[in-house]
């Protein structure tokens, strides 16, 4: 029993993992290691989302500004990535679990591509659940391909701009068909989106924890999903127009205030 309604799960999770170098200082430990505790945090998670039953993951793990990082930094990252790449096939399959990525791909060294598009391809077929990785991705960056996308249909006149709307900009993002996320968590305090999918939170509810992330848990993704559950999403409508006031609050009335993360 972890207190969660299992009937009211977000649909899609999307985490900014932070604090993998201040895990690392902590333990009097380099940079890379920290990455190393990341990425098993990666699988932990991925697992741990799977087996309450989200049918969507989405974990940021190398922004378009992260490529400014030391080249050092930057060489143990992509061969961190190729490793998972590798050893996690065997997870994904067990628990039938789709792995996708987002992001400018074309920028990824070309042995980690080619481990990407290998494991994509192998695991498309499962559906318990999607894990989107977030690669070489930035918000801005892809509301600037969607943009050269639909400006190219517009000169071939195969679209009006007056037919441009939220759809028509939705259906030209990295993974058109990837639900908003519910909820989006950022580990280790930082109250900022980094440039995390902006387009697609318009709405999202926001959990941030001091935790960090090769330190964030089962437990504190149990408490993450918890704190989403007491939220009143009211997507501009008033509280009594909201579906989930009449869930949340039962009988008793409406509940005064937000539940932070
Ligand atoms: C997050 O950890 C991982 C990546 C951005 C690749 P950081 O490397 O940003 O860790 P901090 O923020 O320096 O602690
Ligand atoms: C955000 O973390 C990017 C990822 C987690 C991959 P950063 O550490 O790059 O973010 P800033 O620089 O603190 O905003
Ligand atoms: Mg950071």
């Known amino acids: 029993m972890n207190g969660l309604d ?23 430990l380099p940079r890379i290691l920290g990455h190393r505790a990341g990425a098993e945090a990666v699988r932990r998670i991925a697992e741990a989302a799977r087996e309450l039953g989200v049918p969507a993951l989405t974990l940021y793990a190398f922004s378009w500004e992260n490529w400014d990082r030391p080249d050092e930094e930057i060489q143990a990252l992509m061969a961190l990535l190729e490793q998972f790449l590798d050893s996690e096939l065997g997870t994904l399959r067990k628990n039938q679990i789709r792995l996708r990525a987002m992001g400018r791909l074309d ?18 077929h499962l559906d318990q659940m999607t894990l989107t990785l977030a690669l070489s ?3 801005r960056q892809e509301l600037v391909d969607a943009s050269r996308r639909i400006a190219r249909l517009v000169c071939e006149g195969r679209l009006s701009p007056e037919q441009i709307d939220e759809a028509v900009v939705s259906r030209h993002l990295y993974l ?5 996320p519910d909820l989006l968590i950022r580990t280790s305090g930082e109250q900022r989106l980094s440039n995390f999918l902006l387009w697609q939170i318009s ?19 149990v ?24 869930q949340i609050n039962g009988a008793s009335g409406r509940r005064g205030g937000e539940v932070g993360g």
């Open 6 to 28: 299992l009937t009211r799960l977000p649909k899609h999770i999307a985490v900014i993992m932070d604090g993998n170098g201040r895990w690392a200082d902590g333990q009097g």
């Open 107 to 124: 920028r990824l060294p070309s042995t980690v591509l080619r481990h990407l598009n290998q494991v994509m391809a192998d695991t498309a």
């Open 137 to 139: 991705y930035g918000g």
């Open 176 to 180: 058109p068909d990837l639900p908003d």
């Open 203 to 221: 709405y999202c509810e926001l959990y941030v924890t001091p935790t960090l992330w090769p330190a964030f848990t089962k437990d504190d993704l």
């Open 223 to 246: 408490q993450a999903i918890a704190a989403y559950q007491q939220r009143e999403r009211r997507f501009g409508k008033t509280g009594a127009q909201s579906p989930q006031s009449a």
